[in-house]
């Protein structure tokens, strides 16, 4: 059974903020087996808002922090497949934001049929669609 990461070891393995916690989420994330770790779709949102809220990374750096979780075999992450066209889509969509991907994700995977909202990137977003 995967053990849950929380957001703030993430921050503090890649953002290197702390020596101290540095090395202890070092240790907990290079020494996991393959799959051992739950990365949730939800800390996986609250990571990057972390790191371009407090940290001011710009989206690019945030894109490239997001796909080497992805490609790591440590983690164990719902819904890969729709994070890693999130994160495309994050990367590509400049007005919107990593939540608002999402949404247009889940719209372009199927699982959902519309979106619902009143932001207007997203429904210029959903009109070029059309």
Do not use: H
Request: proline share 2%.
């Amino acid at each position: 059974m995967a053990v849950a990461i929380d957001s703030s070891v993430l921050v503090r393995y890649f953002t290197k903020d702390n020596e101290e916690l540095f090395e202890k989420a070092s240790k907990m994330i290079t020494e996991a087996k393959p799959n051992s770790i739950l990365l949730d779709r939800v800390i996986f949102a609250e990571f990057g808002y972390a790191l371009r809220s407090v940290y001011e990374l710009n989206k690019k750096q945030v894109v490239q922090i997001y796909e080497s979780l992805l490609s790591s075999n440590i983690f164990s992450i719902p819904d890969r497949e729709l994070l890693e066209a999130t994160v495309e889509l994050f990367n590509k969509e400049k007005p919107l934001s990593f939540e608002d991907c999402w949404l247009l994700a889940l719209r372009d995977s199927k699982k959902v049929s519309d979106i619902l909202t009143f932001d207007d990137s997203i429904l210029k977003r959903v009109k070029a669609d059309s």
